[in-house]
């Protein structure tokens, strides 16, 4: 989807949008990249999860989760690691919901936030977290 803010462009401006992508139609299904030397790049991919009582999980496309994942060890899960991160100005960190948790599988990685809302119980949530197994697979 192309967007523009305000009147309309010229006919020649849309046009030179459309010859800097590269387009493969093809029968299992169309390919839009960008052309080379064009400084464009591709929309990032991203979803979100959230599990009633328990919290939402983040899940990033890979070439933004590389940026997310820390450079030490973290704690094993069942599917992966976990690390446990403080949100900023929380002062009290005595319960899961007050912080996030970078959670790291084989094929994918996704950031959690627990929810508060104290309708499940701390150690509940956190079992929860270990059995979360992050997978991202696709077309590159």
């Known amino acids: 989807m192309t967007v523009y803010a305000g009147p309309a ?16 139609d093809t029968v299992p299904g169309m390919t ?12 990032s991919e991203h ?14 496309g890979p070439r933004q989760a590389r940026t997310l994942l820390p450079k030490h060890a ?5 599917y992966g690691e976990v690390w446990k991160v403080a949100y900023p100005g929380v002062e009290r960190t005595g319960r899961p919901g007050d912080h996030a948790y970078i959670l790291g599988c ?15 119980d701390d150690a509940e949530l956190l079992g929860w977290l270990d059995e979360v197994n992050v997978a991202w697979t696709g077309q590159g």
């Open 74 to 78: 973290g704690a094993r899960t069942k």
């Open 32 to 43: 839009v990249r960008p052309a080379a030397a064009t400084l464009l790049d591709t929309m």
């Open 9 to 24: 462009p010229r006919r020649d401006r849309i046009a030179a949008l459309f010859d800097s992508l590269r387009v493969v």
């Open 47 to 60: 979803v979100i999860v959230v599990a009633k009582d328990r919290g939402a999980i983040s899940v990033p």
């Open 106 to 120: 084989p094929a994918g990685l996704a950031e959690v936030h627990l929810t508060a809302a104290g309708r499940v």
